[in-house]
C-alpha cells in the first residue's frame, strides 16, 4: 500500500522569478483595451476590451481616465490585468 502513495507525487511549481505565461485567450490578439471607468491604485474600474466590457485592474500604481488606452497584460478570473500606454 505504501508503494501506491509514491506514485502520487506533488507537481512542481514554478519559482517566483519565472515570467508568467499570457492568458490563452488573449494569444493572437491585439492586446490594447480603452478605458471605460476610471481604474484607481488599488480599485478595480472597467475596460473595453474585444467589443466586451471588462472589470480591470491596473498592474502599475496609477489612475487611468476614461478614453485612455492601456495595454492588457493578463486575464485574473475575469478582471483584465492592465498598464498605460505611453505613446
Request: with cysteine; hydrophobic share 40%; glycine share 4%.
Amino acid at each position: 500500500m505504501f508503494k501506491l502513495l509514491g506514485l502520487f507525487k506533488t507537481a512542481k511549481t514554478q519559482s517566483d522569478n519565472c515570467q508568467r505565461p499570457r492568458h490563452w485567450c488573449l494569444e493572437g490578439v491585439e492586446p490594447e483595451a480603452i478605458v471605460d471607468e476610471a481604474i484607481y491604485p488599488l480599485h478595480c474600474g472597467r475596460a473595453r476590451f474585444r467589443d466586451t466590457i471588462w472589470p480591470a485592474r491596473c498592474a502599475d500604481n496609477v489612475t487611468l481616465e476614461p478614453g485612455q488606452v492601456c495595454e492588457v497584460l493578463d486575464l485574473d478570473n475575469i478582471t483584465l490585468i492592465v498598464k498605460p500606454v505611453t505613446r
